[in-house]
């Protein structure tokens, strides 16, 4: 199973703790009282376990990329509606929320050049609360054949840390890894309006660089 980037590490010391609770577990029943041992082998137990979550919540799957305009993020479409963005202009807005299941690897919606990084740490209020917008976020400005997209990467309430994959001049094609929000949150998704017809719904499942979310307009 591939390990998220980024998130190797936390697996590896989650394990390693694990690893010493059970060493000492067994040096506790040849030398100490067979309660001592019971207790670092369960502390043991409780680590291992701990270590198979976060390889389910790390994990990071290969997929066969979709067509036209793809989700960015795993997840259920919670908002699609038409609005004015300072940098897009007038866009189409697609808002996808990851609970702690889903898989938290971004993706690339569409081909283009990385304009733009741009990083705010902020609170970690629920992502799908009316003042998400301070919480912490990663903005990746794109420039693609059909102008400028907005990727907007939201950390939540368990979600304490957004790694970006991607620097400003990357040339990144449709599908790519773009990053991962540690535990779930949400990405936000501003796209030109006029250039494309959406076509996902609120409530929809989708799976990041698998499913259609928008079709380009001839």
């Known amino acids: 199973m591939r390990i998220a980037k980024g998130c190797s590490h936390v697996v590896r010391n989650m394990l390693l703790v694990s690893l010493i609770f059970f060493t000492f577990g067994v040096l506790g029943n040849l030398l100490s009282t067979q309660l001592v041992a019971f207790f670092f082998l369960l502390c043991g137990v409780i680590f291992l376990l701990f270590t198979i979550l976060l390889l389910f919540f790390f994990r990071d799957p290969d997929r066969e990329v979709g067509k036209d305009i793809v989700a960015p993020a795993d997840g259920k479409i919670i908002e699609i509606r038409e609005t004015h963005d300072n940098e897009i202009g ?129």
């Open 90 to 218: 007038e866009c189409n807005f697609v808002s996808i929320f990851m609970n702690i299941f889903d898989v938290h690897v971004n993706r690339c919606p569409i081909s283009g050049r990385v304009k733009k990084i741009v990083y705010k740490p902020g609170k970690h209020l629920p992502a799908f609360s009316k003042k998400y917008h301070d919480n912490e976020s990663n903005t990746i400005l794109l420039e693609t054949n059909i102008g400028l997209i907005k990727i907007v990467q939201i950390a939540g309430v368990f979600a304490r840390r957004i790694v970006c994959y991607v620097d400003e001049g990357d040339e990144i094609e449709k599908g790519r890894r773009i990053g991962i929000i540690k535990f779930g949150s949400r990405v936000d998704l501003y796209l030109p309006k006029g250039k494309v017809k959406i076509l996902g719904s609120v409530g929809l499942k989708v799976k990041a660089g698998v499913d259609t979310i928008a079709k380009i307009n001839d």
